[in-house]
């Protein structure tokens, strides 16, 4: 296929300063939870992405010296880091597209607990992540970052980057000096706004001086910090700084604000949702710029450029969820892009401290590890027939991934639509994106003659024991308990059989609901929020009330626990924080204090528990129950995967049917526990 022309835009190749990208497609420098613990993964992820054909392939945040280091991150601050980044450059390299590296001084952002160097900043203030402050940094502290900076500029352009950023943005030390909240200095770096510059000033002119003869100086600028308080505004001091800066740098990487905004899950941010504060820059500078947006639409990107907003297409979760996105494009293929959902759980694990994991690309961050490729997957091990038992995402992920490798496969799903949780999720408000695995699958699995789904098909034990299959995957999947089991309490609470009482299962079969409604969250991420949302969108009253101490608490690391709890608020939803369900009666809920036990009765025609789930695991376990009828029946193999196995995150259930079906015919890395595989099965190659 060839690439429609209306896209030929993307892929002229753009001059920065002295290099050259191929195409317009730019990953942004973005965390991966890898970093120095993780140096082979790291690398071999970037080389995926150069393969996929992305211009530019970024680090994640760099540090330049020990007092700022953050978990899990890269460094710059030796020789054994320049050989550590030279491999990625040259994985990057291979693939024709050039490496850029972000190098980042913290600031107030870590208190350096590995180190337990004292972290500086513009003046003593409470660190962000742990106890303590900073410490004031004097003249000669300056002196000594800039010195620092521009050694790990030339430890870069030995580990043979090509561009190498000043990152003056989510609220790190350079734009902690530019702000004229967090710089409350009195010397020449504070005050007047010529004095909070200054640092990026100089770091920019001494970044240039040690290596802009060979590597293009890119600068990373919040243009926007959204809060009226820390003083920078698109149309303010934010504007001026490009303004002063102008053409200082050879490009322009910007964003807004902290990380939190910058990149918000789907529920409050749609695509190109920052160009109302980033498409002044290039009307100020003469310098290619990049911005992003979650971008998957090629026809949005081309808007980006033909309307004179952006020069490249930066991204960092379009490109996890798809690192081949630009080749797919260029080979006349948009619509096989797997498109990022705007979930966060990319965030999430990186927050967490584990490598990234991806729900619409369970390939991401096992590159290295598993030997696992996005695009490419061994051929089958032998010419066998799988059946596939569920359709969510664990089972259209093992359908597809079973189709490429060439088996045989049928997908039994016993309602009419397919998608299981991920269909009646996106139902709900601000969710919509989430119908994204299920149509990137549905949509390939369509293109595969050996692959046959069969919807209204509800599977019972015996017709699968008749039906003759070499391989049986049970991926039925889960539903929520209604008997508010769960995080905090083992035994129901008492009435939950009463009406009145309406579980996630039932909203999502529509349910109406009566007010005054209580939502009860002992799950902490983002259902019970959703579901609250529902009811205050019908016109009740609703309160939400969790056992946390504050709504979406898991939310954290996805960045939607402070939205979430904004938006609740703002709605109108009353938040009852530490308590949980002790009683319901028709027109009552009883709730208790987790802390001191204390009840109190509220009016509530609705409660909707929002707890825990319980795997579907019936069909799974009386076809376990009975080895000789399996081996009767020529079934070789065996297994649940997804939430009917443990119910979990949408990312774990995608995760576990890519794996299935990789690992099917044993080509497991790391052997799969829970396969029950017929001892004496004439297939002897599994
Ligand atoms: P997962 O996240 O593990 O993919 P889901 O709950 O999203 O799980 O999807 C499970 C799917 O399995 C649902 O669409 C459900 O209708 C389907 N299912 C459950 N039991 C059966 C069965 N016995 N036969 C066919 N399909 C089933
Ligand atoms: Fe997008 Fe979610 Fe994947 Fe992150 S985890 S890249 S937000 S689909």
């Known amino acids: ?85 030279a491999d990625m450059v040259e994985r990057v390299h291979r693939h024709g597209a050039l490496a850029g590296v972000q190098l980042w001084y913290g600031g107030y952002s870590n208190y350096n607990t590995l180190t337990r160097e004292l972290p500086l900043g513009p003046h003593s203030v409470p660190v962000w992540h742990g106890p303590g402050q900073t410490q004031a940094m004097t003249r000669a502290d300056i002196r000594r970052l800039r010195r620092w900076h521009r050694e790990a500029a030339l430890r870069a352009k030995r580990a043979g980057f090509d561009i190498v950023y000043v990152y003056a943005a989510h609220g790190y030390l350079p734009a902690q000096f530019l702000s004229p909240i967090l710089n409350q200095r009195t010397d020449e770096y504070g005050g007047s706004f010529e004095n909070r510059a200054r640092l990026i000033r100089e770091l920019l002119e001494e970044t240039r001086d040690a290596v802009g003869d060979a590597c293009a100086v890119a600068f990373r600028f919040a243009v926007d910090n959204l809060d009226a308080a820390l003083g920078i505004a698109h149309d303010g001091e934010g504007r001026d700084l490009v ?149 969510g995402p664990a089972g259209l992920e093992a359908a597809l991934s079973l189709g490429r490798r060439g088996y045989r496969v049928v997908l039994a799903e016993a309602l009419t639509e397919l998608g299981g949780r991920v269909t009646r999720e996106s139902a709900l408000p601000g969710l919509s994106e989430w119908a994204r695995v299920r149509d990137h699958r549905v949509h390939a699995l369509r293109q595969m003659p050996n692959v046959e789904i069969y919807r209204d098909s509800r599977l019972d034990a015996e017709q699968v024991f008749g039906f003759g299959f070499a391989h049986v995957c049970i991926a039925t999947g889960s539903r929520w308990r209604r008997d508010g089991t769960g995080r905090s309490s083992a035994a129901p609470f008492s009435g939950w059989r009463s009406e009145g009482v309406v579980g996630p299962e039932d909203i999502f079969r529509g349910a109406g609901l009566e007010g005054p409604c209580v939502i009860f969250d002992d799950d902490h991420f983002y259902m019970a929020c959703v579901i609250a949302e529902k009811a205050r969108e019908a016109g009740h009253e609703v309160t939400l009330v969790t056992t946390a101490n504050e709504a979406a608490s898991e939310g954290h690391g996805s960045l939607e626990q402070h939205p979430s709890q904004a938006r609740l608020l703002e709605l109108g939803i009353e938040l009852l924080c530490g308590h949980r369900v002790s009683a319901f009666e028709p027109g009552a809920v009883t709730l208790a204090c987790v802390y001191t036990g204390r009840e109190r009765t509220r009016p509530c025609k609705t409660l909707v528990p929002v707890t825990s789930r319980e795997p579907e695991e019936a069909l799974y376990l009386a076809l376990a129950a009975d080895e000789s009828r399996l081996r009767e029946a020529g079934i070789v193999s065996l297994e649940r995967i997804g939430d009917c196995a443990a119910p979990g995150l949408i990312a774990a259930a995608v995760f576990a049917g890519h794996r299935y079906a990789r690992e099917l015919g044993g080509n497991a890395a790391v052997p799969a526990r829970d396969r029950i595989v017929i001892s004496g099965a004439s297939r002897e190659d599994l």
């Open 1 to 85: 296929m060839t690439r429609d022309p209306r896209y030929d835009v993307l892929f002229e190749p753009v001059a920065i300063g002295p290099v050259t990208a191929r195409n317009r497609f730019y990953q942004v420098p973005h965390c991966t939870g890898m970093g120095y613990d993780y140096p082979r993964t790291l690398n071999r992820l970037r080389e995926i992405n150069a393969e996929g054909g992305w211009g530019v392939v970024c680090t994640e945040f760099c540090s330049i010296h020990p007092s700022a280091l953050s978990n899990r991150q890269c460094t710059l601050w030796d020789e054994d880091d320049v050989a550590m980044l």
């Open 243 to 391: 303004e002063l800066v102008a053409d200082e740098p050879d490009l322009w990487d910007v964003n807004i604000a902290n990380f939190q905004s910058d990149a918000l899950p789907s529920r409050f941010a749609g695509e190109a949702a920052q160009e109302p504060y980033v498409r002044f820059v290039k009307r100020v500078t003469t310098r290619p710029v990049v911005g992003v947006g979650r971008f998957t639409s090629p026809d949005t990107m081309i808007g980006q450029i033909n309307r004179g907003v952006l020069d490249f297409i930066g991204a960092a979760r379009p490109s996890i969820a798809d690192p081949f996105l630009p080749r797919k494009i260029e080979e006349g293929r948009p619509e096989d892009i797997r498109e990022c959902i705007g979930c966060n759980i990319c965030i999430w694990s990186n927050h967490k401290g584990f490598p990234l994991r991806c729900t619409q690309n369970p390939t991401r961050g096992e590159e290295w590890r598993r030997g696992w490729h996005p695009e490419e997957i061994a051929t089958r091990h032998a010419d066998e027939s799988v059946l596939v038992v569920g359709a």
